[in-house]
């Protein structure tokens, strides 16, 4: 099985988690968030992060160890894992927030 590689953020070590199959309220469903079919995760020991999914162990582990080659690259993976309109950042979870900066990034790249 593939190594994990550190946290592309931050650089801690990361691990593999497994979401059970769950239904979401309705108010997340309006926000866009799907329920969940059952998905192994890679979260980040230190920044908590968690980018990276699954349907099984090792199709979370590839997509965890892809590292961004170019901006349109990141900017392709960013939008499929965290939509601009699926969280309001109140949610704990620091990706939407990094999302929002590298979007802000991206934005002044462009002119």
């Given at each position: ?28 469903k ?31 582990i ?46 002044l790249?462009?002119?």
């Amino acid at each position: 099985m593939t190594e994990l590689k550190p946290c592309p953020f931050c650089g801690c070590e990361a691990h593999i988690n497994y979401a059970e199959p769950h239904t979401h309220s309705e108010q997340l469903k309006e926000m866009g968030l799907p329920d969940c079919e059952g998905k192994h995760f890679i979260e980040c020991t230190g920044c908590s992060c968690a980018i990276a999914c699954g349907n099984d162990r090792q199709e979370a582990i590839l997509e965890w160890n892809k590292r961004f080659s170019s901006w349109d690259m990141l900017m392709e993976i960013l939008n499929e894992h965290y939509p601009a309109d699926i969280f309001n950042g109140s949610s704990g979870d620091p990706g939407p927030q990094i999302a929002v900066k590298i979007r802000e990034i991206n934005a002044l790249r462009k002119g």
